[in-house]
């Protein structure tokens, strides 16, 4: 690492650590919890009211009367909803609140005459109003897919406690009906019509309006997501595009994923020189950097405190993926954050790379077979390509992409053939057929963007399910015996996570805890090729370079990880269009999105 980094005073890593969860925030959110499963409890369960609880529940909104209860059933569900805001110190939860507390204590008053209720919600609206400034932070981006998974959520939460609402009157319930009446009962009654069962007294009116407001709060929750105004992720725009291009002139030398930077459904964050960058992407909250940030190493300190102020303004928790030793060395250094190992990013190094030894016999044996197939291999830099060719080639690698769902993201630029991308390199699998298909010859795909002016980085490896095994090994020495033609050193292959735990458990002497890791990363290989990759990259003797995870507490962990995942493309929340319409979107799109990276050596 460059010894002119500046380092910073105790003071300004404490700023820089970003949004740790605040004590009253956090307080008051789980006070709503509280009073949230407190208000349904009053609402719900009529035992409640005349329970040792009650002199908790008379302070509550809405304990009494067929439309107190619906009341309180609400107000309760909606204070669930909010807490999570208010956790994260949302300034929309916080308004939402401060809206809802007067009108509690309103309601209080007229519905129950209830002074001390009023004067509850009233003391904390108080305290509400006096800690405003700890909820100060921006909207998450949305979408129209929040209305949709609300309605779903909802619906579905709505029918669960409708059964229990309309089980709880056992004694005033007339006759015995079945599960089926029941939930008929509840489906009308989240719709205001009067459903087959019947109570005693004014319990079916109790039971009526609580229904019919979980009903509109299900309606009115979704109406409002849908119509709101859409605040979507941040996009890499042509000027900051430019702007990362020219940083990555200087110094895309120094992280083989800088060029990965420029996938355009990341965001960027500068530092006040311009000097330096760090992009990003936002997934469920986590705020997730990958890579080391781009320029200037003695302008990353702005880039970063950039990014930090970032993520704390919208309550983000930061977090990097598959940074280098010395970006994360930066990295906690400059914020106080912590740093875990990853995994490993296989390098080869051109000079040393030779298809002779035993070593390597294995590789050897698999090429030859393949050429004596066949088979002929093209490498050649995009900007060589004609146009009818590329767009064979963007076909056949998004219909050659193996799954739904488009991975990639840390190591992953997710396009092929766009004018910018002249410089990456494209390795191509050729073999004549008595019926030519689709694509003509083509047969596998390896595409490299460029690791400064002397390196390449391996971006996505595709192939026809139909042609021989190994084409990935086929295209990856014909692109490091072409290396030398193009100016190459040196070659970065896929990433191995947890790499030195597969290496050290497998060896004479290891330890039960380290066997016993080894064996649960070799079960969870049969869904994320973590194994299978180590192996594969093992295959070409690289020197292994190691690659960390950047985090705020422990506790952040699980949720970066599934941030992660949902990033990579291996956790998909969100319905996928259907592949024939999807294809047609590709088509009519720019060709910059014509393919997504995916790290595919199943067939190795």
């Given at each position: ?57 008379e302070v509550l909104p809405g304990s009494f009367g067929p439309f107190a209860a619906a009341v309180s059933l609400a107000d309760g569900v909606l204070l669930l ?273 030779s298809l002779a030894g035993r070593a390597m016999r294995n590789v050897r044996q698999m090429v030859k077979r393949i050429e004596r197939a066949g088979y002929e ?99 990856i020495v014909a692109a490091l015996q072409a290396a030398p033609k193009f100016g190459i050193t040196r070659v970065s292959l896929n990433f191995a996570m947890f ?106």
């Amino acid at each position: 690492m460059s010894g002119g980094v500046p380092g910073r005073s105790s003071r300004a890593r404490r700023i820089l650590r970003g949004p740790r969860p605040e004590a009253v925030p956090t307080l008051i959110a789980r006070a709503c919890v509280l009073v949230g499963v407190l208000d349904i409890a009053g609402g719900v369960f009529p035992r409640f009211r005349h329970s040792r609880m009650h002199a908790m529940a008379e302070v509550l909104p809405g304990s009494f009367g067929p439309f107190a209860a619906a009341v309180s059933l609400a107000d309760g569900v909606l204070l669930l909803l909010l807490a999570h805001g208010l956790r994260r110190r949302k300034r929309r939860a916080w308004r939402a609140a401060a809206v809802l507390l007067p009108a509690g204590a309103v309601a209080q008053f007229v519905y129950r005459h209830s002074v001390a209720g009023a004067l509850i919600s009233a003391a904390l609206l108080v305290v509400l109003l006096r800690h405003r400034d700890e909820f100060a932070a921006l909207p998450d981006p949305r979408s129209r897919w929040r209305a949709l998974a609300n309605f779903v959520l909802m619906a579905a939460g709505s029918l669960v406690l409708g059964l229990v609402i309309v089980s709880a009157h056992p004694n005033r319930m007339v006759g015995d009906p079945s599960l089926a009446d029941r939930l008929t009962h509840v489906v009308y009654g989240l719709f205001g019509f009067e459903g087959p069962l019947d109570y005693d007294g004014t319990t079916s009116w109790t039971v009526a309006f609580s229904l019919g407001a979980l009903g509109w709060l299900t309606a009115v929750t979704t109406i409002y997501l849908a119509f709101r105004p859409e605040h979507p992720a941040a996009r890499l725009t042509e000027e900051d595009e430019a702007k990362l291009r020219a940083l990555l002139d200087k110094h895309g030398r120094r992280d083989s994923l800088g060029h990965f930077a420029l996938r355009r459904d990341k965001a960027v964050v500068f530092s006040p020189s311009g000097k330096a960058a760090v992009t990003y992407r936002v997934v469920s909250g986590v705020m997730l950097a990958s890579g080391d940030p781009i320029g200037d190493v003695e302008a990353w300190p702005g880039a970063i405190e950039r990014f930090m102020d970032e993520a704390k303004a919208h309550s983000w928790t930061p977090a990097v993926m598959g940074c280098s030793e010395t970006g994360g060395e930066v990295w906690t250094r400059e914020t106080g954050l912590d740093a875990l190992e990853l995994g490993d990013e296989a390098v080869v190094e051109v000079a040393d790379f030779s298809l002779a030894g035993r070593a390597m016999r294995n590789v050897r044996q698999m090429v030859k077979r393949i050429e004596r197939a066949g088979y002929e291999t093209r490498v050649r830099r995009i900007r060589d390509l004609g146009e009818p060719e590329l767009a064979r080639i963007r076909r056949a690698a998004e219909d050659w992409r193996g799954t739904d769902t488009e991975r990639g993201f840390s190591m992953a630029l997710g396009r092929v053939g766009d004018p910018a991308d002249g410089d990456c390199l494209i390795a191509t699998a050729h073999k004549q057929d008595d019926e030519p298909g689709e694509y003509g010859d083509l047969k596998a795909i390896l595409h490299f963007v460029p690791w400064g002016p002397d390196g390449a980085s391996l971006d996505l490896m595709r192939r026809d399910r139909t042609a021989d095994p190994g084409m990935n090994e086929l295209l990856i020495v014909a692109a490091l015996q072409a290396a030398p033609k193009f100016g190459i050193t040196r070659v970065s292959l896929n990433f191995a996570m947890f790499r030195s735990a597969l290496a050290r458990g497998e060896k004479i002497g290891a330890g039960p805890v380290l066997r016993a890791w080894r064996g649960l990363l070799v079960f969870l290989s049969r869904w994320f090729q973590i194994e299978s990759l180590y192996k594969f990259n093992a295959k070409f003797q690289p020197r292994w370079e190691p690659r960390f995870v950047v985090y705020r507490a422990s506790a952040d962990l699980p949720r970066i990880g599934f941030a992660a995942m949902q990033a990579e493309g291996f956790v998909n929340l969100a319905l996928p269009l259907p592949r024939a319409l999807r294809r047609r979107k590709v088509a009519a799109a720019r060709p910059c999105a014509h393919a997504v990276a995916e790290h595919d050596v199943r067939a190795a």
